[in-house]
């Protein structure tokens, strides 16, 4: 589902197609669009998420990264350790490598799906 907004540009506190996505509003809006109600900050999402290792992580887990304690970016797990996400302006929405962040910043996970 969230492949049809890959290449969209990356809009700071933006959760839906028309105003377009930051990370964490585009991992809500997906999950609303299956049923799923999350929070809209990426820290209330993991927050309010089952934790989950990155061994049991699947298609459909979120993905989270942290920096000094505090979560700062969500993307949508695709599973291969790839993730859909929205970064910064420049980049915008695509697939990436988990392990593309998570050099710099810690990542964690969680799930909403009763996998």
């Keep these: 589902m969230a492949d049809q907004f890959l ?3 990356y809009v700071w506190g933006g959760n839906n197609p028309s105003t377009g996505f930051d990370c964490s509003g585009l991992t809500q809006y997906i999950m609303s669009q299956i049923g799923i109600s999350i929070a809209k900050t990426a820290s209330d999402q ?23 304690g505090s979560v700062i970016h969500a993307g949508l797990y695709i599973g291969n350790g790839l993730m859909i996400d929205a970064q910064v302006a420049g980049v915008g929405i695509g697939v990436h490598r988990v392990s593309q962040l998570s ?8 799930r909403y799906l009763n996998l």
């Design 7 to 9: 290449g969209w540009g």
């Design 46 to 68: 993991y927050a309010n998420s089952r934790h989950i290792s990155a061994g049991q992580a699947q298609k459909g887990d979120l993905v989270y990264f942290c920096e000094g």
């Design 103 to 110: 050099s710099y910043y810690p990542a964690v996970y969680g």
